[in-house]
Each structure stands twice: as C-alpha cells, then as structure tokens.
C-alpha cells in the first residue's frame, strides 16, 4: 500500500528556512508530478508548487522568489525549500504526489512562523 511521509514542518522565526520533504513508499512505480499544497488557518487549500516527471518545476507566482520544488534523490521524494518566511506562511503543507493519474495526499506538516 501506498504511503507518504512528510518531514521538515515546525517553528521558524521571520526571515528563516525550512525544508520541507516527502517521500512515497510501497509503489513500484514512478510518480508522473509531485508538488504541494497549503492550507492557512480559515483559507481555503492552494498550490504552492508542482514539479513534472521531466523536471519541468512551477512555483506560484506569489511565492517562487522565496520557494523552491524539487525532486530528491530517492524514487518519488519531493523537497520544498522555503526561505524567507512570513509569519502569513504559517499553514499546514501538503504533499501530493500523483501516479498513474491517481492522486496520493501526504497528511500534512505544520509549518508555523512566529517570532
């Protein structure tokens, strides 16, 4: 059975780094997009990041000068480097990663900055 782990969420303060990862395991196969999604206290769910099976990596307008998607090293793992971070960033991050059109959702990690 399919699952993800996610890693990285926690406390920052304004101005600081966090790395987020995600790693699916229990698939043989690879993951056609990988990316992640927030969701702020009293908002609604939005993208932040998708990366292609090509590499080929979109970050939202409002957040690529601060955050980056990659893929990491191991089969079907995703990074998200965050810098700079606002206290309006504090969410709960979501990973999704999508094989053979299916969409598979992480739990998600908090992310809280807060001085």
């Known amino acids: 059975q399919l699952q993800l782990v996610e890693s990285g969420g926690g406390l920052a303060q304004p101005g600081g780094s966090l790395t987020l990862s995600c790693a699916a395991s229990g698939t043989d196969f690879s993951a056609n997009a990988m990316g992640w999604y927030r969701q702020a206290p009293g908002k609604q769910r939005e993208l932040v990041a998708i990366?292609?099976?090509?590499?080929?990596?979109t970050t939202v307008n409002s957040m690529k000068d601060r955050f980056t998607v990659s893929r990491g090293d191991a089969k079907n793992t995703v990074l998200l480097q965050m810098n700079r971070l606002r206290p309006e960033d504090t969410a709960v991050y979501s990973c999704?990663?999508?094989?053979?059109?299916?969409?598979?959702w992480g739990k998600g990690t908090l992310v809280t900055i807060s001085s």
């Open positions: 990366i292609n099976e090509e590499g080929i990596a």
């Open positions: 999704l990663i999508i094989i053979r059109g299916v969409n598979h």
